[in-house]
């Protein structure tokens, strides 16, 4: 597309800034440009040691590492980090198992980032765009760019949560131009889940054959009794996929793990746009991760029990926070990111890159304890309100 589409608005409240009061279709390698802004120096600059000196709070991953049982299973399947036809573990199956379904209705991926790769190669052609939220994971749209498609985005609503309503409206309108449709679930970066509720009525509102892709890579830190997993769709037959990772509660992130959920026949269109790079030590460690629910566990309480601290903590100093259902969050911080990200970055806490339009609004992973000290410490020390607002208290 040449240019921008839009219609307007009203009552957008919280921050959300005029871009955000208005359904946008725009080139999304114009969109890419906006939304990534580098927010750390390249890894290939950072020694070991300095690197484990960071408060590494900028990519929603889990600190503290793979359980016993994960690193086990990793460590005993080395022997075969020389071959090529090696037996892999049983993550296929494992995964299949444990969501109920058959093995031809998983896919492998290196990471869920790659089954977004596949999915935008599969749907977008012949001039197809993807319809999602704004603003939402905006990696995705790296990947439509390689694919040289464009986007639609809606707004969400004044309360951050995705505008179901919208999307179906704009399924109908553009449905000739749609290849599908991404929901994020948490959504990534306001933490704001879509509910089963909101999930059916999307699915039975825009056309019954229009693909769409639900990322529930945060899926295992939601609390709220109205979210769920959209798997039993795809065995009711709609054309969803759902994607996981083990990056995140399995804590994974460096080893690289995802995989998609979805019929038969969509996993057969999909198959031949994967790589297939997956190394087999993450196989076994993530037929490990399955099983280990109980650190698990013991992962999502002591996250979701910082994460609240810390929210508490900066409304306290008078800063409104995003009600967030995942292992981040963010907060309003009514002046631009950008300076103040790179002011944290002196004081070596690495928090999230901006989101345009959230563009006065700070996403910050949950890490550990000390990491979260250390990051409200900086909190402190950056913002000259919070600043006074401590002295006051």
């Not at 790659?114 to 994971?137: F, W």
């Not at 309360?159 to 409206?169: C, H």
């Not at 693909?211 to 969803?240: K, Q």
């Not at 609004?361 to 900086?378: C, I, N, Q, Y």
């Amino acid at each position: 597309m040449d240019g921008t589409r839009r219609v307007s608005r009203r009552g957008f409240v919280g921050g959300v800034t005029t871009a955000l009061g208005y359904l946008t279709l725009e080139p999304s390698s114009r969109l890419w440009a906006q939304s990534v802004v580098g927010n750390a120096a390249p890894r290939a600059q950072r020694t070991a040691d300095e690197y484990d000196t960071l408060a590494k709070l900028a990519n929603n991953e889990n600190p503290y590492g793979p359980s016993e049982a994960v690193m086990k299973a990793m460590q005993q399947s080395f022997k075969y980090a020389n071959r090529y036809g090696y037996p892999e573990g049983g993550i296929v199956e494992a995964i299949a198992k444990h969501h109920d379904v058959k093995e031809e209705n998983v896919m492998l991926g290196s990471g869920s980032g790659e089954i977004l790769d596949v999915v935008c190669n599969t749907y977008l052609h012949n001039g197809r765009k993807i319809l999602s939220s704004e603003p939402s994971y905006d990696v995705l749209y790296q990947h439509v760019t390689a694919f040289k498609a464009d986007s639609i985005r809606v707004p969400v609503l004044p309360d951050f949560r995705q505008d179901i309503p919208g999307l179906i409206k704009a399924a109908r309108t553009f449905n000739r131009d749609i290849g599908f449709v991404y929901l994020c679930s948490p959504n990534n970066p306001t933490g704001r889940i879509v509910t089963q509720r909101e999930i059916k009525q999307l699915l039975d509102g825009i056309p019954e054959d229009m693909p769409v892709l639900i990322d529930e890579a945060y899926f295992h830190f939601v609390e709220d009794p109205d979210y769920g997993t959209s798997v039993p769709y795809v065995l009711d037959g709609r054309p969803v996929i759902v994607t996981r990772t083990f990056s995140k509660i399995a804590a994974l992130a460096g080893m690289r793990l995802g995989y998609a959920i979805a019929r038969p026949e969509m996993i057969r269109a999909m198959r031949p746009n994967a790589t297939g790079t997956i190394n087999a030590i993450v196989k076994y460690g993530g037929v490990a991760a399955l099983k280990d629910t109980e650190t698990q566990a013991k992962v999502k309480r002591v996250t979701l029990e910082l994460r609240k601290k810390t929210a508490a903590d900066l409304q306290s100093l008078g800063y409104a926070v995003i009600p967030s259902e995942a292992n981040f969050f963010m907060v309003h911080l009514r002046r631009p990111v950008q300076p103040v990200i790179e002011e944290f970055k002196k004081k070596r806490v690495l928090v999230g890159r901006p989101f345009p339009p959230l563009l006065e609004h700070l996403r910050v992973s949950v890490g550990t304890a000390d990491e979260m000290s250390r990051f409200l410490t900086a909190f402190k020390e950056i913002v000259p309100q919070a600043r006074t607002a401590a002295k006051a208290s």
